[in-house]
């Protein structure tokens, strides 16, 4: 059974926290979440017991270290439902997302063909495809987005059409938290030939992937959304398309062979996308930090912070002097405004109570336009968060006004 107060043991901030007398309330999850010990062991375990490369070495440290990253592979395939060989480790859900970006786009768009995408898309998402379209000579469009910014499967179908070669849309929004209905989005894509690339860096921690049932082409997500260290991420791939691309940059580990003429044959994927050393650390990393997710299973993680964003929602609603921009999304996600009161000055307030939000354009300046704003505060769940933590933003945001921010920051 789920007991958030043991869970906050497992954080060594948290555990840090709850001992001290200054508050420190963390709702910026979005932007990254905190790391539990076994994390934070796993990291520390492969310096000090082996601190050696992988796939290189003919000795016992080598081979064992080796086993242990493709074993986190493997884990990793499990909790999306993948297959092994279609798991590439990268950088980050940013370094994926261009990885195919330029291995895809460049080898197969043509000119006049169709990227579409939404208004809402992050700036690692969408901006690696203006890049493609502006040197093939392909265009840009969005699927119009509801009032209050989500994607439906209407205005999906309408914006479908014969010359939209690839799709690339976020499973949900990291602004407004509106989780994307991706498998029906995919199905209707394929019956017009285009492949889906989705960014899951908002989702992947938070809902069990399933990329076989859902179909999708490409996804891309990184460890420090989801518990693990920062420095890497995942690309799945289906493994024909892997096999049809080109890595975009190449080294040692990506080659069988190479000769001085310039021939080179490229390993099978995944391994044709790893060149050079790679985090180790942090994909072992990354291992611990599934089995962390998996060891509270799902339910209780979408259940945990369902209720908390119902009860925040549900009293942020009676303030007048508040904006909701998103008071119908379904994820941990709340993103407002407190009216007349510039967003990073209300973050700083907010940071004066200890609380820790994510003030700005959240790296998805297009969707200001739709939302008619400059910026906004996001607060992001997470389940180790507290009714109490909810209660007390509640409460510095019932009091908020534009005279003690003022006060504060002059």
């Given at each position: 059974?789920?007991?958030?107060?043991?869970?906050?043991?497992?954080?060594?901030?948290?555990?840090?926290?709850?001992?001290?007398?200054?508050?420190?309330?963390?709702l910026?999850n979005?932007?990254?979440?905190?790391?539990p010990?076994?994390?934070?062991?796993?990291?520390?375990?492969?310096?000090?017991?082996?601190?050696?490369?992988?796939?290189?070495?003919?000795?016992?440290?080598?081979?064992?270290?080796s086993?242990?990253y493709?074993?986190?592979?493997?884990?990793?395939?499990?909790f999306?439902?993948?297959?092994?060989?279609?798991?590439?480790?990268?950088?980050?859900?940013?370094?994926?997302?261009?990885?195919?970006?330029?291995?895809?786009g460049?080898k197969?768009?043509?000119?006049?063909?169709?990227?579409?995408?939404?208004?809402?898309?992050?700036?690692?998402?969408?901006?690696?495809?203006?890049r493609?379209?502006?040197?093939?000579?392909?265009?840009?469009?969005?699927?119009?987005?509801?009032?209050?910014?989500?994607?439906?499967?209407?205005?999906?179908?309408?914006?479908?059409?014969?010359?939209?070669?690839?799709?690339?849309?976020?499973?949900?929004?990291?602004?407004?938290?509106?989780?994307?209905?991706?498998?029906?989005?995919?199905?209707?894509?394929?019956?017009?030939?285009?492949?889906?690339?989705?960014?899951?860096?908002?989702?992947?921690?938070?809902?069990?992937?399933?990329?076989?049932?859902?179909?999708?082409?490409?996804?891309?997500?990184?460890?420090?959304?989801?518990?693990?260290?920062?420095?890497?991420?995942?690309?799945?791939?289906?493994?024909?398309l892997?096999?049809s691309i080109?890595?975009?940059?190449?080294?040692?580990?990506?080659?069988?062979?190479?000769?001085?003429?310039?021939n080179?044959?490229?390993?099978?994927?995944?391994y044709?996308?790893?060149?050079?050393?790679?985090?180790?650390?942090?994909?072992?990393?990354?291992?611990?930090?599934i089995?962390?997710?998996?060891?509270?299973?799902?339910?209780?993680?979408?259940?945990?912070?369902?209720?908390?964003?119902?009860?925040?929602?549900?009293?942020?609603?009676?303030?007048?002097?508040?904006?909701?921009?998103?008071?119908?999304?379904?994820?941990?996600?709340?993103?407002?405004?407190?009216?007349?009161i510039?967003?990073?000055?209300?973050?700083?307030?907010?940071?004066?109570?200890?609380?820790?939000?994510?003030?700005?354009?959240?790296?998805?300046?297009i969707?200001?336009?739709?939302?008619?704003?400059?910026?906004?505060?996001?607060?992001?769940?997470?389940?180790?968060?507290?009714?109490?933590?909810?209660?007390?933003?509640?409460?510095?945001?019932?009091e908020?006004?534009?005279?003690?921010?003022?006060?504060?920051?002059f």
């Amino acid at each position: 059974m789920f007991e958030v107060n043991k869970v906050r043991q497992d954080f060594p901030l948290l555990k840090k926290a709850g001992e001290s007398s200054k508050p420190l309330i963390y709702l910026d999850n979005a932007a990254t979440t905190l790391k539990p010990q076994s994390v934070i062991d796993a990291v520390t375990r492969y310096y000090t017991d082996y601190s050696v490369n992988i796939h290189r070495g003919d000795y016992d440290l080598s081979y064992q270290v080796s086993d242990y990253y493709e074993k986190t592979r493997k884990t990793v395939a499990s909790f999306i439902q993948a297959d092994v060989n279609e798991v590439v480790f990268t950088a980050g859900a940013s370094a994926s997302l261009n990885l195919v970006a330029y291995g895809y786009g460049e080898k197969y768009i043509q000119e006049n063909d169709v990227i579409l995408s939404t208004e809402s898309e992050h700036a690692s998402s969408i901006l690696p495809w203006f890049r493609v379209a502006s040197q093939k000579k392909a265009s840009i469009e969005y699927v119009p987005l509801t009032e209050d910014g989500q994607i439906t499967i209407e205005n999906f179908k309408h914006a479908m059409h014969a010359k939209v070669k690839v799709v690339v849309i976020a499973h949900i929004s990291n602004v407004l938290g509106y989780v994307v209905p991706i498998k029906e989005l995919t199905e209707i894509a394929h019956s017009f030939g285009a492949i889906v690339i989705v960014d899951g860096a908002q989702s992947v921690p938070h809902i069990q992937t399933r990329v076989k049932d859902w179909d999708i082409d490409f996804l891309a997500f990184s460890a420090h959304k989801m518990y693990g260290p920062t420095g890497v991420g995942v690309l799945y791939g289906k493994y024909q398309l892997l096999d049809s691309i080109e890595p975009y940059y190449l080294g040692g580990g990506s080659n069988a062979r190479f000769d001085r003429c310039g021939n080179i044959t490229l390993k099978n994927p995944p391994y044709k996308f790893e060149a050079g050393t790679p985090a180790i650390e942090a994909v072992l990393g990354l291992k611990a930090a599934i089995e962390y997710i998996e060891s509270i299973g799902f339910d209780a993680i979408e259940k945990v912070e369902h209720e908390l964003r119902t009860y925040l929602i549900n009293h942020l609603k009676e303030f007048k002097h508040i904006k909701l921009y998103n008071p119908d999304a379904t994820s941990g996600i709340v993103t407002l405004n407190a009216i007349g009161i510039p967003s990073q000055d209300a973050a700083i307030y907010l940071n004066s109570k200890g609380i820790m939000v994510r003030a700005g354009n959240h790296c998805a300046k297009i969707l200001l336009d739709v939302l008619k704003t400059p910026d906004t505060i996001r607060i992001s769940l997470s389940f180790y968060n507290t009714k109490e933590e909810c209660d007390a933003i509640i409460e510095a945001l019932r009091e908020i006004t534009l005279e003690k921010c003022i006060d504060l920051i002059f």
